[in-house]
């Protein structure tokens, strides 16, 4: 069974630094994996997907990185803004399209 | 174009009373699902449904019935709610390899 964690759960940090947000995954055979953004209340909203194939994908200032021999992937947030803070999600897609969730990591970004 | 809706937001229920979580969405998707989100535990996926007219359980169906009335709406139904099922229930459908999420209906059973 594919289990998906995400360390640290909550983490703070101050307006402007760059940060890394850690998945970790025990099967390798996924389809994709995708990073979500929850704001409080709210559904999710897909930030960046990475194909088996790919190493990495970038949208602004996020980047996320994948590798399935180590089962990791990372989620990079430039020059962070208080506007970030929000729950991050990844989620890997394996057979039938079905998504497994991580249980996230809650970003507050100090102004 | 609304997305995906779900109603209602939020319902308190009392043990063994009946509901039925309503989802549509305008995407012209073939696939949808429903999920619940625990504190500390992710989103697990319930019920499933590839196309019209077909449905698969998920992780966690137990308690759970589903209909997929046409290509735009997916219900979830719990026929008699236990306080195991008091969560956070999201629908989802999907486009490409991309789920798109509606807003969530909080349930409470008491």
């Known amino acids: 069974k594919q289990e998906v964690t995400q360390i640290p759960a909550a983490l703070s940090v101050p307006e402007g630094e760059n940060l890394v947000l850690n998945c970790s995954f025990t099967d390798s055979a996924i389809y994709n994996l995708q990073w979500f953004r929850q704001d409080p209340g709210k559904g999710l909203t897909s930030l960046l997907l990475?194909?088996?194939?790919?190493r990495e994908q970038t949208s602004g200032r996020l980047n996320a990185s994948l590798d399935k021999s180590s089962g990791r992937s990372t989620l990079y947030i430039a020059a962070s803004q208080p506007g970030d803070s929000a729950t991050y999600l990844c989620?890997?897609?394996?057979?039938?399209?079905?998504?497994?969730f991580g249980s996230g990591t809650q970003l507050t970004v100090l102004p | 174009n609304a997305g995906v809706t779900q109603t209602p937001k939020f319902q308190v229920l009392k043990t063994g009373q009946s509901m039925t979580l309503q989802c549509a969405q305008d995407?012209?998707?073939?696939?949808m699902y429903w999920y619940r989100q625990d504190p500390g535990m992710g989103l697990r996926l319930i019920y499933y449904?590839?196309?019209?007219?077909?449905?698969d359980k998920g992780e966690v169906p137990n308690g759970y019935n589903v209909s997929r009335l046409n290509k735009r709406e997916f219900s979830l139904r719990l026929e008699s709610a236990a306080p195991s099922q008091t969560s956070v229930y999201f629908c989802?459908?999907?486009?490409?390899?991309?789920?798109?999420f509606g807003p969530g209906t909080r349930l409470l059973v008491l």
């Open positions: 449904s590839a196309s019209e007219g077909t449905t």
């Open positions: 989802a459908s999907r486009g490409g390899e991309t789920q798109y």
């Open positions: 989620a890997l897609t394996r057979s039938a399209r079905q998504l497994t």
């Open positions: 990475i194909q088996s194939s790919q």
């Open positions: 995407m012209n998707h073939n696939s």
